[in-house]
């Protein structure tokens, strides 16, 4: 998708919403909206869809966000359909989530380990990050089932990988590097 055309409709939406002093409420609509629309692999693939008519697209989302959303959020999605932008819903809805959290000084460290991360765990991943990002950050967990062990930190384009898959991976190109050669 056109992403700079996302980026001009969740920079507007981000602008109203500072104006109407509402961030908040519309940041928390358009979360219940993204994780709705990656969640159906139909809806986003009805929004993308240019045959399907945009009334029925209309009757679609107010069905779905209607009463669930804020009026300005609901007239938003109206604004949307009627300029037949429906298929950029989802790209700004993440646009609008990486803006408020920009706009906000929320940095976002996501952390991927091979099982569920205890209190104590994270409390330790979390003065290791909150020291690098020096303002708030949100954590975002992810559990790879086929990481061996270890895990992998990335945050603000840096990652930090102390997964036992990536130092195997070094030594083997450690190895085929410096092949070992008898000399006697």
Do not use: C, W
């Not at 940041?27 to 994780?35: K, N, P, Q, T």
């Not at 991360?117 to 003065?127: N, P, Q, V």
């Amino acid at each position: 998708m056109d992403t700079k055309v996302a980026g001009r409709y969740a920079k507007s939406l981000l602008g109203l919403a500072i104006e109407q002093k509402t961030e908040q409420k519309i940041y928390a609509d358009m979360e219940l909206m993204v994780s709705t629309i990656s969640s159906s692999r139909e809806l986003a693939l009805l929004l993308r869809n240019p045959i399907i008519n945009s009334d029925k697209k209309q009757n679609i989302l107010s069905s779905i966000f209607k009463g669930k959303v804020s009026d300005v959020t609901y007239a938003f999605i109206n604004i949307i359909v009627a300029k037949r932008r429906e298929g950029y819903l989802e790209d700004i809805t993440r646009q609008f989530i990486n803006l408020y959290k920009a706009h906000m000084g929320i940095a976002t460290a996501v952390v991927t380990t091979p099982f569920k991360l205890d209190d104590s765990l994270r409390a330790e991943i979390m003065k290791i990050v909150s020291a690098e990002a020096k303002g708030k950050v949100e954590l975002v967990e992810v559990i790879d089932k086929d990481l061996i062990g270890g895990f992998v930190l990335k945050m603000n384009n840096k990652q930090v990988d102390t997964s036992i898959e990536t130092k195997l991976r070094e030594i083997r190109r450690e190895l085929k590097i410096n092949l070992y050669e008898k000399n006697y």
